[in-house]
């Protein structure tokens, strides 16, 4: 996908739903829009379930084509995409909509013609169910994972640059996907988030 990518990223504990990240743009950004209120690799795994369920849809424009109360029901499917499918299923469809109005195809243009750091954060948080702190962790993961380094990139994603084992962006492995979630759970029982 973009240079420095990581074909060994072991993120889900699904070898296809890995690939499937490092291969598709489309299927790392699904993954990090539905990274809330469900663990990492149930996140990060769904895009992978939702290739299977909508075959040769599963694009840009396949998703956008498709109406939202379809693919509600594509979420919805035992077993479930999410803990909530239905506003997840609404976001995915309104994030394919803007990205195949600005980006056509190929959603890497999203950060591959970017100018900086700073146009970067700005598509990204213009994007639907992309808020600062979502858009932060993603800039840091194409940074630290897929080598997309554009310059200020540290500046534009602080903290989550930094080398603390926080997010989605610092996994690498089994052992890394274990300490991100130690240090989630002490951050909650210190009553901080993860940029804290």
């Not at 956008?64 to 976001?91: G, V």
């Not at 970017?114 to 600062?132: I, N, T, V």
């Not at 554009?150 to 500046?155: C, T, V």
Request: proline share 7%.
């Amino acid at each position: 996908m973009a240079d420095g990518s990581n074909p060994n990223w072991s993120l889900t504990g699904d070898a296809d739903a890995d690939r499937l990240l490092v291969e598709d743009p489309l299927a790392l950004l699904l993954g990090m829009l539905l990274d809330q209120q469900v663990p990492i690799e149930w996140a990060f795994a769904a895009p992978a379930r939702l290739r299977g369920r909508l075959d040769a849809a599963f694009s840009v424009r396949g998703i956008a084509k498709l109406s939202p109360d379809e693919l509600i029901e594509t979420f919805s499917a035992k077993p479930a995409l999410h803990r909530y499918p239905r506003a997840m299923a609404q976001r995915a469809h309104a994030l394919c909509v803007e990205l195949a109005d600005r980006y056509g195809d190929d959603p890497s243009e999203l950060w591959r013609t970017a100018q900086d750091s700073a146009e970067l954060m700005a598509r990204l948080r213009a994007l639907p169910g992309f808020g600062d702190e979502k858009a932060r962790i993603f800039v840091a993961l194409l940074a630290k994972r897929f080598g997309f380094q554009p310059s200020g990139w540290r500046e534009a994603c602080a903290p989550f640059g930094d080398d603390q084992p926080r997010t989605v962006a610092d996994i690498d492995s089994p052992e890394a996907l274990t300490r991100v979630k130690a240090w989630k759970q002490a951050q909650r029982a210190a009553g901080r988030g993860k940029s804290d």
